[in-house]
């Protein structure tokens, strides 16, 4: 489905789009390659949330609330003192996003 190959060649190209490949020095071709992915970045993020939105207003998927528990050494309490677990954690209602 998602192939890095693919990923590789499309940063590869911006990258070469910005840049002289016989002039630039390393870190210059480096610093342009983060900027590349930091950028492809934020593209995917907005796209990833127009096609959550999408998906929601055409009905084919929702947001699951459900509690979450949490605790500083979480895993040391429930061994050590599972009784006290009670007293430490901390409760906080998260949404997920479900496909239908």
């Not at 002289?20 to 342009?32: G, H």
């Not at 949330?49 to 084919?60: I, S, Y």
């Not at 699951?64 to 528990?69: A, D, F, L």
Request: with cysteine; proline share 2%; charged share 35%.
């Amino acid at each position: 489905m998602l192939h890095m190959q693919s990923i590789n060649d499309l940063i590869r190209n911006e990258v070469l789009y910005h840049i002289d490949p016989d002039t630039c020095t390393t870190e210059d071709r480096m610093r342009v390659e983060l900027e590349v992915i930091e950028a492809l970045g934020k593209i995917v993020e907005a796209r990833l949330k127009a096609q959550r939105k999408l998906m929601l207003d055409e009905g084919f998927a929702t947001y699951v609330e459900h509690m979450r528990e949490t605790a500083p050494g979480k895993a040391w309490w429930l061994e050590n003192e599972a009784e006290r677990w009670l007293d430490v954690r901390r409760v906080s209602l998260v949404k997920s996003f479900k496909l239908l």
